[in-house]
C-alpha cells in the first residue's frame, strides 16, 4: 500500500505542477497526504481546492476537518459552514461543526446544531451524544 500511495502523491504533484489550478488533483493529494498523517500541508492543499471548489461541500468539510487539527480555527469554522450552506442537510459536515464548537465551549450552538441533526435524521445516535457531552460541560 505505501509503494502506491508514494506513485499517487507523485503523479498528483506532478499533474499540480503542470497545472496549478487543479481543484480536484489538490483534493485528492491532500486527502491523501492527511490519511499518512502529514496534516499542515493537507490542510493547505484541502483549503486551496474548497476554495476553488464552492459548491463542493466534501471540499470544505475535508478542508474543515484538516484546518481544525492544525489549530487554524477560524479557517475551519469557516469551512465547515461553507460545506453546510452548500448542503445544508449533510450530516458529517454539521456534526464536525457541532464538535468543533463543542470542544471550543461554545455549548449553545453545539447544542443549537445537536438539535439541527435530530431534526435531519433523528435515528442516529450523534446527535444525543453531542447534547451529552455539552450538558456535562
Do not use: C, H
Not at 21 to 35: F, Q, R, V
Not at 41 to 51: V, W
Not at 123 to 133: I, K
Amino acid at each position: 500500500r505505501q509503494g502506491r500511495s508514494a506513485e499517487a502523491e507523485e503523479l498528483l504533484r506532478r499533474a499540480l505542477a503542470a497545472g496549478p489550478d487543479l481543484p480536484e488533483a489538490a483534493y485528492s493529494l491532500g486527502l491523501l497526504l492527511a490519511e499518512s498523517g502529514r496534516m499542515e500541508e493537507a490542510a493547505a492543499l484541502l483549503a486551496r481546492a474548497a476554495a476553488q471548489l464552492p459548491a463542493n461541500p466534501r471540499a470544505a468539510y475535508n478542508a474543515g476537518l484538516a484546518l481544525a487539527q492544525v489549530g487554524r480555527d477560524a479557517e475551519a469554522e469557516t469551512m465547515l459552514r461553507q460545506a453546510i450552506a452548500a448542503d445544508p442537510t449533510g450530516y458529517d459536515p454539521l456534526f464536525a461543526l457541532g464538535d468543533f464548537l463543542l470542544r471550543r465551549g461554545r455549548l449553545d450552538e453545539a447544542r443549537s446544531i445537536a438539535d439541527r441533526l435530530t431534526a435531519i435524521d433523528p435515528s442516529r445516535p450523534e446527535a444525543g451524544q453531542l447534547r451529552q457531552f455539552a450538558a456535562r460541560r
